[in-house]
């Protein structure tokens, strides 16, 4: 069992869209060195933006994580959709957590917002990707919906800060007094991503169950 | 009959494979069969006369133009019809936008002329009712035949059919043949396909090809006649058969080398073509 | 074994064909509607316009400068250009996405104008955003408190914009074969962007930016405005076509044409960048014209009833409704405060887009500053100034009033108004109607002490009749410099502060 468990994780492993990933990580690094490359010494909003680009950019590409050509081929095999999905976010989020960590060294120190707060907010983007990327593949027939999804995240992104009400506001600079309310609602929306990306997890079945017990 | 399409000497080579291996035709209106295991170069041919690849050597026109040259080529694409082997759609257009897509591309003039034609092309292969729908919605062979009416949008002078009739159903394959056969009325076609039957029922003209060359060129009741006196059957399998099976009728049928005196069945173009095939790939295979 | 090839073509009719320019139009008409009616594009554009509809109508109070409108047209189209950005890049991979680049490549049309085509389909998104653009103007434009004049390349920045995000998207789709591409541009887009309307605008990098806002000063003069608007609309078309034509030469178009396009085409976006760069430092001559402005601006003056208005040329038009204002707080005053000439002069703090500086307050006698924002809480604090000047003679005096004057100038300025306690609380710095508090004015803040406010609450919840008349009856000693609180409350016939007057 354990040697098939191992199988299977090289197998899922392979089936990545590891470039896709590998590029997006590059460029979110990229970002978070500008300003030790630049010699630059940033506010503490100036670095939280750039961190909040870092956590987009490390979205946009999990967006394309869920991407499976072989999607009909593999529906109908005994390993389960969420289970293979699961695998999928499992091998990535070790790797995902260290690049994090990376680009959080990576931007100064001095203006470095907190950590706790600003983890959680690229957790929220990653978790919402990988929910929307789950529900595309749950709600439609496309096998790669990355594209599709990393649009539309890419909107939400612009669009959010422009548009949520005053008392909405995700995003709040540091000295803000909305700091800690802001990332409560942070908090409830990492419980929302993780609710709809369960959700999402089987195969589509529209109305149609399977009859029988379990 | 006058040639519209001529080839000769075409060879090329992907590496150390050998995919065509100096292969000469001449095409006339009406429909010819490509036949030939996997792998004997039939799409790699089709996609050479179709201009997607150029050979590395040898020379061919269609309708009297020379794609060697860029305007050659011009002419020539101007002039065709193609149905890949594995047609992309973009599921999110509907059937008359993807043939109105491809019409475009193939530079039909004036958008009321070319609506009227891809609407004329969608009525010829059936989709007149489905044809606002988005292809992701339709079944295999309805994209087949959206395909199909891409191939056809323009009214090619030489339309190329690369396995058009693969996983379509009894029905649906019938339906196809018509089609087909409606296009080789005054067309040059060229259809590549595993189904003897197809060429058996559709072309005036068969072309037998294995391992990357010509096996094999002349009509259909000359390739079955190539199995004439050597198709018996017997009570078991015959060893010294190339191929053999046991019928529903629970006999043998055998192709090959009859033994005296065996009891001769009537030959059929699938014996032929096993026969001419004999040694190049595993005939079993294509004994489906 | 040889054969024959035959020159005739052999019977088979090809089908009605039309030019290559033709059909490579009918490509671009096909894809422009693919792309109007993508899901990001249809919400960018949704956005947009109920961005106008929410923000125009209370723009600028209703009172716009249109040399500062027009830049007011072009921070929305980047939301547009990013969704056609990614759009249009989709559209030019779908054949890569879905596995028919085989097949297409076998078509009459060759690969690099189905690129050109891509290319084209960009231009009616880029026209439906002159359209928005040209209705927020317009818009702007119509209403009655407008002024000045807007400039075509300033308006013409955001479709610009919009045209390049496009071909930028196209370029992308030739250069990188993945959707992973374009969103993950997109992300240090924004970051230029962003740097982009944050920036002063004050050097030629930050002019490389595809649009620079500079906000935060007053409204200028437009001869004083220092944008190289022209250049940049040069630089933003230079990149958007440059971009095109480098998506068409990597596509494989390798004709002359699309070769001197590509320098023609870099020319350009080069020499609207160097341009550009040159024009956003001002010349000698626009400092000193700049300096001019804020020391002894060249002003047209009319005469309206008494008094003498003087306002920059372009704001001419809004000499009828200061003269409204002033006429409105002169009749309430009285003694020889009724008829006394002012001179309202239109002043500016400085003279370049971003710094928000005060005006000195005049203390030649009479002088009434006017700044060239309009509307809104500009109207009581332009009030406000009028009555410190009949009250106590000039503007540099009454912002040092401190005593019980402040009562009845506070009454002259409000009491006309539609609703005095409403435009109280507007003109004071905290919004409060209660406590002391700053008062704004064109000039320097006027203050008012808890007492005093309590007393101009009380006045202005009487009916304005009664207390107008005791005003004009006890004018002199109302503004006899050292008046009490207390005393003017009792002339004015409501209840005295309950402390003292005292002034921090």
Redesign the interface.
Known sequence: MRVAAVDLAGAVWRTL?R??LA??GA?GLL?AAVPAATGAEPTPWQTL??LR?VA??GA??L??LLDDPARHLTAPVPVRRPVRQALRVALVAPLAALWWTAALLLVPSASRPPAGAITLEAAVVALLALAGAAAAVRLT??A?P???V??????AA??AP??LPEDWALFVAPGDPRWAAAHDRWAVLLAGAVVAGAWCGPEPLGRRRWRGAG | MTPTVSASGLSLHYGRTRALDDVSLRLTPGVTGLLGPNGAGKTTLLRVLATAVPADRGAFTVLGHDPATSRGRQEVRRRLGYLPQTPGFH?DFTAFEFVDYVAILKELAGRGERHREVRRVLDEVGLRDVRGRRI?KLSGGMRQRVALAAALVGDPGFLVLDEPTVGLDPEQRMRFRELIAGAGEGRTVLLSTHQTEDVAMLCHRVVVMARGAVRFDGTPAELTARAGGRVWSSAGRDPGAKAGWRTGGGSFRNVGDPPAGAELAEPTLEDGYLLVLDGDGDTAEVAA | MSAVAVDAPVGAGTGARGSSNGALLALARFEARRLLTR??VV??FV?YAA?IVWHTPGSWDGHPALQEADRDTQAMPM?VG??VL??AN?AALRPV?HGTEQHLGVLAMPAWRRTAAHALSVVPAALLTAVCVGGQFTWEALKPGAVGHGSPAELAAGPLVVLAAGTIGVLVASLVR????A??L???L??LL?LGSGSGGADGVSWLAPVVVQSGGDALPSGLLGRPAAWHALYLAGIALCAAFLALLRAGGRNVAVRTGVALTLALAVAGGVLQARGAQPSPELTAARERAVSDPALRCTERGRSTYCAFPEWAPRVGVWAGVVDRVQALAGGTARERRLVVGQRIGAADLVSDAAVPPRSEPGRVTVGTAWGGNRVPEFSSAVAAVLVTGSEKAGGELCDGRMVTLMWLSLSWQDDPMDALRRVRLDDSVSGSAIVLSPTEPLSMTEGQTDVVRRLLEKPAGGTGERVKAHWDELTEPGVTTARAAELLGVAGPREADSCE
Do not use: D, M
Not at chain 1, 150 to 155: E, I
């Open positions: 869209p470039r896709v590029a997006a460029l970002i933006t750039l680009g987009l950019t946009l590409g967006a394309f027939e496309g790669r990355g594209p599709a990393a649009a539309a995240l890419l909107l612009v669009l422009l548009s | 599921p992701r | 899901v990001p919400v960018a956005a961005w939301l990013l969704a990614v759009s989709f996405r993945s959707p992973v591409a969103p993950l997109v992300v240090p924004l970051y962003v």
